[in-house]
């Protein structure tokens, strides 16, 4: 994600688009294990590459008439298309991912 951001930031700079504030590198914080699961931490992960898969699939079809900005689109929505397939490996290896719903 470092180059990504890296990336939209020179393109932001390119065109005098005001950057937002960076959020710090990490953040310390002590989480009780009993209230915060391994199953519980990925699913939050994989509801986030869910919901930025939506978000780059919106941005790709918004970004019709700018090639390059629909271009980088394209190699995020890709790179997060690979994340999700580790995902779902992971997940089906775990046996965390919820079945879809059978008729």
Not at 23 to 41: C, G, H, L, T, Y
């Amino acid at each position: 994600m470092e180059k990504q951001a890296d990336e939209l930031e020179q393109l932001m700079d390119t065109y005098k688009l005001p950057l937002p504030y960076r959020p710090p590198k990490s953040v310390s914080i002590q989480i009780n294990s009993e209230i915060m699961s391994d199953r519980f931490a990925f699913r939050d992960i994989m509801s986030g590459v869910e919901n930025m898969l939506t978000i780059l699939v919106h941005a790709v079809c918004t970004f019709v008439t700018n090639d390059t900005i629909r271009g980088i689109a394209i190699r995020n929505l890709l790179k997060e298309v690979e994340i999700y397939d580790d995902l779902c490996k992971f997940g089906k290896l775990k046996g965390w991912l919820e079945p879809p719903p059978m008729r």
